[in-house]
């Protein structure tokens, strides 16, 4: 990550010390050795802008460190419940796990259910066949929510064997 923004930083740099050289006093010579013979004032630029990156890099480096960026890591851990309602007809609602940020809660009705599971946002949605979303045997939806407490599932007619598995990674 430091790498790519150094070299965008490095790349901009480039395009802001060639304008800044073009208004500045600057003549090139073959005869002496110099390359550029620049003013106070062009130096001074051309010093501020390689100081600059230079800071930004160390800024970056501090970043990543601190949010722990040092490359992509798998989850360290899985969390697999299996959820089935009370009572006919009486929503539940799921177990209160968090999802960690960027991740999301996979729940998928039992291939062994004998009817629909109705999932949604409160007991009362989850209870609705007009307000909640039927999940089918053996069907899944991933989700992202903060907790899985944010979901409730009911069975409208099934038998109480009826119900969901909720998978979500854990960090």
């Not at 599971?117 to 989700?143: F, W």
């Amino acid at each position: 990550m430091a790498d790519n923004a150094l070299k965008i930083l490095a790349a901009g740099g480039v395009g802001a010390l060639i304008a800044a050289l073009l208004s500045k006093n600057a003549s090139a010579s073959t005869g002496s050795g110099d390359i550029f013979h620049l003013d106070e004032e062009a130096m001074a630029t051309l010093i501020g802008l390689l100081q600059s990156a230079q800071e930004t890099n160390e800024k970056l480096a501090v970043i990543e460190a601190r949010l722990g960026l040092g490359g992509l890591k798998n989850p360290v851990g899985v969390i697999i419940d299996v959820i089935r309602p009370l009572a006919i007809g009486e929503g539940k609602q799921l177990v209160s796990y968090d999802i960690p940020y960027d991740m999301k809660l996979l729940v998928k009705a039992l291939p062994t259910n004998a009817g629909n599971i109705q999932l949604g946002y409160s007991k009362t949605s989850a209870e609705s066949p007009l307000a909640s979303y039927p999940l089918t045997r053996n069907e899944s939806i991933a989700i992202k929510v903060a907790r899985a407490s944010a979901l409730w599932i009911c069975t409208p007619a099934g038998p109480l064997t009826d119900g969901v598995v909720m998978i979500a990674e854990q960090d």
